[in-house]
C-alpha cells in the first residue's frame, strides 16, 4: 500500500538525512515531487508538477508533505480532490515568508516592501471534505507561529497534534530517523483513513532521539505589523515569542 503515498519535501529539498528521504527508502512504492526548483519555491509551479506527476499515478494519493510542501499539498487538495485521498501536514512554513510570483520575499520580515504580494490569498482556507488530514506542529516552529498551525489545522479541518517543543522537525531538530511516522503511515495506508487514535504525540515520538536544541546564531528583534497579527522573533531560530489577534482564526476559519 506504500504505492499510495507522494512526498513533497520544503524549501531546499530534504537530503538524504531527512525524515522524508528516511521514509520513502522504507517505502519502495512511495513517489516523490521532482522537476522543480528545491532553491526557488514557487507554488504555481510545484502545484503543477506535482498535479501532472499525481495524475500519471492513477490513483487518490495520501500526501506527506513538509514546510513550504504542505503549501503545496494543501492547494493540490483544494484544486484537483478527486487525486487525494488525504494529507499528512508536517510543519507547515508561514505562507507570508514566499512571493506569489516564487522565491523567499524575505529573510527579514519587517524589511519586506508590502509591494511584494505574498501566498497568503492563494493558499486554501478550507479543504475539500473528501480530503482527510492531519497536521503535526511544533510549539517553537521558527518557520510558523503554533497558533497558525493550530488555525491552519481548524480551517482545513486536519487532525492536529502538537509535537511539543521540536523546532522545524527536521534533522537539525532530531527528525533523520522516524520510526513513529513510519508506524503511522503503514496503518494509515492499510485502514485508508485517519485514526486519530492513531495520531497522538506520544504514539509519534515515542523513541524519538532528538538532537539537542541547536544555540540561537543571532539574537535580533523582529516585529511584524500587518492585518494578520502581530509577532515578536528573539534569538532566532529557537526562541519565539508571540502576540497574535483572532484574525489568524478568522482567516483560515471562515
Not at 526557488?40 to 492513477?58: K, S, T
Not at 514566499?98 to 524575505?106: E, K, P
Amino acid at each position: 500500500m506504500s504505492d499510495t503515498l507522494f512526498i513533497i519535501p520544503g524549501f531546499n529539498g530534504s537530503g538524504p538525512a531527512h525524515w522524508q528521504s528516511w521514509t520513502e527508502a522504507r517505502l519502495p512504492g512511495a513517489a516523490r515531487l521532482h522537476g522543480v526548483n528545491w532553491a526557488r519555491p514557487d507554488l504555481n509551479h510545484w502545484v503543477d508538477q506535482a498535479q501532472a506527476q499525481v495524475l500519471q499515478l492513477r490513483r487518490p494519493m495520501w500526501l506527506l508533505a513538509h514546510s513550504f510542501g504542505c503549501l503545496v499539498a494543501a492547494t493540490l487538495a483544494a484544486v484537483a480532490p478527486e487525486l487525494i485521498a488525504g494529507a499528512v501536514f508536517v510543519a507547515p512554513a508561514e505562507p507570508r515568508r514566499f512571493a506569489r510570483d516564487g522565491g523567499l520575499r524575505d529573510t527579514r520580515l519587517d524589511h519586506t516592501p508590502q509591494a511584494i504580494p505574498s501566498l497568503l490569498d492563494l493558499i486554501p482556507h478550507a479543504l475539500p471534505p473528501s480530503v482527510q488530514s492531519v497536521l503535526l506542529a511544533s510549539e517553537n516552529d521558527p518557520w510558523l507561529d503554533f497558533f497558525e498551525a493550530e488555525a491552519m489545522a481548524q480551517g482545513w479541518r486536519s487532525h492536529f497534534v502538537n509535537l511539543g517543543e521540536v523546532g522545524h522537525v527536521n534533522t537539525d531538530s532530531g527528525y533523520g530517523p522516524w520510526p513513529g511516522l513510519l508506524q503511522q503511515l503503514e496503518r494509515l495506508t492499510q485502514k485508508g483513513r485517519i485514526d486519530p487514535r492513531d495520531w497522538t504525540a506520544r504514539r509519534l515520538t515515542q523513541n524519538q532521539r532528538n538532537l539537542p536544541a541547536q544555540p540561537p546564531r543571532e539574537v535580533r528583534h523582529v516585529t511584524i505589523n500587518d492585518t494578520i497579527h502581530t509577532t515578536t522573533y528573539t534569538a532566532i531560530p529557537t526562541t519565539i515569542s508571540t502576540t497574535i489577534s483572532t484574525t489568524a482564526h478568522q482567516r483560515y476559519c471562515a
